[in-house]
């Protein structure tokens, strides 16, 4: 199954999310979503399964989980929002971690593009970065990958230009990939 990951899109959607995961038959969004317009808009390429973040509304929660387990053969993904810092959890996560023993960790929240292998806690680390406008971070990032029955393979990055917001406070959409 190929998969496409992304985070922190804080309310932004652009065209390059339509060619990026046109391929992928699941999105995962680990959290700060924005709004439901950006569910929709992923929801038209391929079935979304999200985390809440921090900023996300009511609404937004009500079609999420604060914590989420995906199975896929032997592969066990647990996915949330915050799970603090790598090899440095935060205690619900850690907790999570023993109880399920998953062999992929996803999270957002920090905004930094990061995959590494945990051996601490025996697991594939990765952050998708952040997709959004908003935040510290340079580009804007959103990764796609196979999954199966031994694990992930062929992880493919994108990376764009962080766009600014112009004087009138409207977004603008370049649409080369």
């Not at 390059?16 to 317009?37: C, M, R, Y």
């Not at 799970?83 to 109880?99: C, H």
Request: aromatic residues 8%.
């Amino acid at each position: 199954m190929k998969i496409g990951l992304l985070s922190d899109t804080h309310g932004y959607f652009d065209s390059k999310l339509n060619i990026f995961f046109s391929e992928v038959q699941q999105i995962w969004h680990a959290g700060d979503l924005g709004n439901i317009e950006v569910y929709e808009s992923l929801s038209k390429i391929a079935q979304v399964r999200l985390v809440f973040g921090n900023i996300d509304s009511n609404a937004i929660r009500q079609i999420s989980k604060e914590f989420l387990m995906i199975e896929q053969g032997q592969t066990k993904v647990l996915m949330t929002h915050i799970a603090g810092s790598f090899q440095n959890y935060n205690p619900k996560v850690r907790e999570l971690i023993q109880i399920h023993q998953p062999n992929v960790l996803v999270c957002g929240h920090s905004h930094i593009l990061k995959i590494a292998f945990d051996k601490k806690f025996n697991l594939l680390y990765i952050n998708p970065g952040a997709y959004g406008l908003q935040g510290i971070h340079k580009h804007r990032t959103a990764l796609r990958f196979n999954i199966n029955q031994s694990g992930l393979s062929d992880m493919e990055i994108l990376e764009l230009p962080k766009k600014k917001i112009d004087s009138s406070h409207t977004q603008t959409d370049d649409t080369k990939i």
